[in-house]
């Protein structure tokens, strides 16, 4: 059952502005699709050439208002130093851009998650890149992390989602070569 009903009466927090950003996200998701098609196809190949296992993994997630979906991603485990590239590169997440797609994730938002204590997030779609992301990555403890994603849900709006995608390459690289 969505949790949507009693979600909206936290003070505070606003729902996605769904047309806007729902176009921007699909319009998004198809160019980075066609910009990433080949390394992602030459990436899945050479997985597979290299495990002779299954390359595309779903995960569980919770979506707008609670609601389960699965996320893609190339499987990158058991594949050692390719495995570690193609994550280096980024391109085990691109596979996420079929959720955005799907109207399941957001370009940008609060990471996807697996558990429901952080009500808060799931005012909007879980994003493939997030404040998260642009603010240290991994190097931030849990806690601060959590903190970005409500201020993002707070206060997000398309100019700040632009200045997010704008920021990720960047944060992306900085964060793989440390």
């Avoid at 998004?28 to 597979?48: D, H, K, M, Q, S």
């Amino acid at each position: 059952m969505p949790l949507l009903p009693t979600l909206t009466a936290r003070p505070g927090l606003r729902p996605a502005r769904p047309p806007a950003k729902r176009v921007f996200d699909l319009l998004g998701a198809l160019t980075l699709a066609g910009l990433c098609a080949v390394p992602l196809l030459l990436a899945a190949a050479a997985l597979y050439a290299a495990t002779r296992a299954r390359v595309l993994v779903r995960e569980p997630a919770l979506g707008l208002a609670g609601r389960p979906f699965r996320t893609w991603r190339l499987r990158t485990e058991g594949a050692g130093r390719l495995g570690a590239a193609v994550r280096r590169c980024a391109l085990d997440g691109v596979p996420q851009l079929l959720n955005v797609a799907r109207g399941e994730m957001s370009l940008v938002g609060p990471r996807p998650q697996a558990r429901t204590d952080q009500t808060d997030r799931l005012f909007v779609r879980p994003g493939m890149t997030g404040l998260w992301q642009v603010s240290a990555r991994s190097d931030l403890p849990w806690e601060e992390m959590a903190l970005l994603d409500r201020h993002y849900v707070e206060s997000h709006w398309l100019g700040m989602d632009l200045a997010i995608l704008a920021q990720t390459p960047r944060a992306a690289y900085r964060q793989r070569h440390a």
